[in-house]
């Protein structure tokens, strides 16, 4: 296999990917997903790793911003759309890290990461449910 010609996938790539994974999201999940944003970047802007308190932007592959759906009113007026970001370069560094797992299951599994924390629910429960890294 030659890998002449070949690069790592871009950021409208790696979102095609995440269109995908929208695009398979069984119902009531598919209805969740169509109210909240999707944005893919390079990396994790500085003033989230701050906020965060991570140095590493490698350590981030994907963050939901908004207000869960079980923390949501009638009467709140958003400020901002529920948003969920993914981080190419540290998707792709996980990816090559892992070596075991194709990039648009890893991409998949992150989005679906972050898509729970929209439907409310916490990383143990999250956890619990999903096994995906073992």
């Known amino acids: 296999m030659s890998w002449e010609g070949r690069f790592a996938p871009s950021v409208d790539e790696l979102l095609a990917l995440v269109q995908s994974a929208i695009a398979a999201l069984p119902e009531p ?7 909240v944003a999707v944005q893919v970047e390079d990396i994790a802007p500085d003033d ?13 592959t ?4 908004g207000v ?7 009467m709140d007026v ?4 529920d948003m969920i970001w993914l981080f190419r370069a540290a998707i792709l560094d996980e990816w090559c890290a892992r070596g075991d797992v194709a990039l648009d299951a890893l991409v ?4 679906v990461h972050e898509l729970a924390h ?13 096994r995906w890294w073992e």
Request: net charge negative; no cysteine.
């Open 29 to 35: 999940f598919a209805t969740a997903a169509r109210g």
């Open 78 to 81: 958003a400020q901002q759309p």
């Open 62 to 65: 994907g963050l939901y911003d």
């Open 108 to 111: 998949t599994h992150v989005y």
């Open 48 to 60: 989230i790793l701050d906020e965060l308190g991570i140095d590493d932007p490698l350590e981030l």
């Open 118 to 130: 929209h439907l409310g629910w916490s990383d143990e429960d999250i956890a619990t449910i999903d």
């Open 68 to 74: 869960p759906l079980t923390q949501k009113s009638l």
